[in-house]
């Protein structure tokens, strides 16, 4: 659960204390992503980017944080975000889209570590810093944060570069089944704690796995009612 927050399913957290409007919330996101989610474009430079007219959710995350699995288990379709065992395989930045709904899913380069050339990395980086200021119709970033390690120095660059263009992002924890109850109530606790004072993170923080489905239900609801959807 979230620090200061009222609990949840799974021991995540999402917006208001109304069970009715938590429950409504928990529909949307049903109904969002019961439908069949596509590969859209990849996206290399800005110059590549579709027109800014649909709403965007975007996930950020280290290289290794399991981003691709998060995503994968959202829409519920195995292989839809390409996932490696090599760290730092997307390096671009990926859209995707179902039929119907003003918004895309943004699955962005992992930061803090890649098998790749250094001048790569740097266009890719410049890329994602590009991107993050100057997309107006990007509703929210889904920070996504490894239960195991918390909030590392490479994040807080992150959690700085989102401050400084006011893009509202959300921590997401990732592997929580991983670490034991009491752990996971510490590293929640130690998150709060990080983002407190940061103007542009979302105070709800919610708890996922993507191997047991812990929280798949809340993130849902979340872009949900993020994306301002009417469905």
């Not at 119907?100 to 098998?115: E, I």
């Not at 994306?227 to 009417?230: G, P």
């Given at each position: 659960m ?7 399913l ?5 917006e208001g204390?109304d069970?009715?409007?938590?429950r409504?919330?928990l529909?949307?996101?049903?109904r969002l992503?019961?439908?069949p989610?596509d590969?859209?474009r990849?996206?290399?430079?800005l ?8 709403s ?9 944080v399991?981003?691709?699995?998060v995503?994968?288990a ?20 990926n859209?995707?889209?179902t ?17 790749a050339?250094?001048?790569?990395v740097?266009?890719w980086?410049?890329?994602v810093?590009d ?5 107006t ?7 996504l944060i490894d ?18 263009a ?7 924890l990732t592997?929580?089944d ?14 709060a704690?990080a ?5 542009a993170a979302y105070?709800?923080?919610l ?6 489905g ?5 993130l849902?609801?979340a872009i949900?009612?993020a994306?301002?959807?009417?469905l």
């Open positions: 979230a620090a200061g927050a009222p609990s949840s799974n021991g995540s957290a999402i204390p069970d009715a409007e938590a409504a919330a529909e949307a996101g049903e992503f019961a439908r989610w590969f859209v990849g996206v290399p430079s110059d590549f980017l579709p027109p800014a007219e649909l965007e959710i975007a996930f950020a995350g280290r290289s290794n399991g981003k691709s699995s995503i994968n959202l829409v519920n379709q195995h292989g839809l975000a390409r996932t490696s065992n090599t760290p730092g395989r997307t390096q671009e930045l859209f995707f889209a039929e119907g709904v003003p918004l895309f899913l943004v699955d962005m380069p992992g930061y803090g570590f890649a098998k050339p250094k001048d790569r740097d266009a980086t410049s890329l810093k991107y993050l200021k100057g997309r119709t990007l509703r929210r970033v889904m920070l239960a195991r390690h918390g909030i590392k120095a490479v994040d807080r660059e992150i959690l700085g570069l989102l401050d400084e006011a893009v509202t992002y959300q921590i997401v592997k929580v991983k670490i034991s109850l009491a752990a996971r109530g510490h590293v929640l606790q130690s998150v704690e983002i407190r004072r940061r103007a105070p709800e923080i708890a996922t796995s993507s191997a047991k812990d929280g798949v239900a809340e849902r609801a949900a009612k994306s301002l959807l009417e």
